[in-house]
T-cell receptor
């Protein structure tokens, strides 16, 4: 069975601080996909990024960056110079490739509050 | 391009009553998903449709939940009778097809059962 663990339930930072959201996953599939979603107070899940298991290159998009390490089964998300608009719940998710693992399995989410 | 539409946005009912949620996916998306998101948890897949056929309903409590996607477009999720533990946000999502990596989510329906 697949599992995604987001150990940080809540994080509170002051604007302009950098913040890293942790994600650890478990799967027996050799091919899998990792995702980060943002859920603002409006409730809609917004797709941020997808990484394939065979591509360990880190990625940067503006103030966002992602660090994928297969050796530690982690896919961490860093926001640089955080802004109030970054306040939301962030979910890490895993999609496998075998049997029932094709379903998206979500972590419990991390509530990020960025204070002005 | 219009996103995934859901209605109602909020619903409050008493236990043992019935309730229905509606979802209109992005035009042309063959795959439709219903998720249940209990407070403090990540979304959990309830049912997945490919066109008007069910692909996966293994986590749907079939004694009280039902869903349909007639004509392969809109979908309705029903709960009858509702229990207190059904209080959650019900999210609908769609994707181009079942092999697509990206799912597009609607704003959800927040259900409170009293």
């Amino acid at each position: 069975a697949q599992k995604v663990t987001q150990a940080q339930t809540e994080i509170s930072v002051v604007e302009k601080e950098d913040v890293t959201l942790d994600c650890v996953y478990e799967t027996r599939d050799t091919t899998y996909y990792l995702f980060w979603y943002k859920q603002p107070p409006s409730g809609e899940l917004v797709f941020l990024i997808r990484r394939n298991s065979f591509d360990e290159q880190n990625e940067i998009s503006g103030r966002y960056s992602w660090n994928f390490q297969k050796s530690t089964s982690s896919f961490n998300f860093t926001i640089t110079a955080s802004q109030v608009v970054d306040s939301a719940v962030y979910f890490c998710a895993l999609k496998g490739s075998g049997g029932s693992n094709y379903k998206l399995t979500f972590g419990k989410g991390t509530l990020l509050t960025v204070n002005p | 391009e219009a996103g995934v539409a859901q209605s109602p946005r909020y619903k409050i009912i008493e236990k043992r009553q019935s309730v229905a949620f509606w979802c209109n996916p992005i035009s042309g998306h063959a795959t439709l998903y219903w998720y249940q998101q209990i407070l403090g948890q990540g979304p959990k897949l309830l049912i997945q449709f490919q066109n008007n056929g069910v692909v996966d309903d293994s986590q749907l409590p079939k004694d009280r939940f039902s869903a349909e996607r007639l004509k392969g477009v809109d979908s309705t999720l029903k709960i009858q009778p509702a229990k207190l533990e059904d209080s959650a946000v019900y999210l609908c999502a769609s994707s181009i097809d079942r092999s697509s990596y990206e799912q597009y989510f609607g704003p959800g329906t927040r259900l409170t059962v009293t």
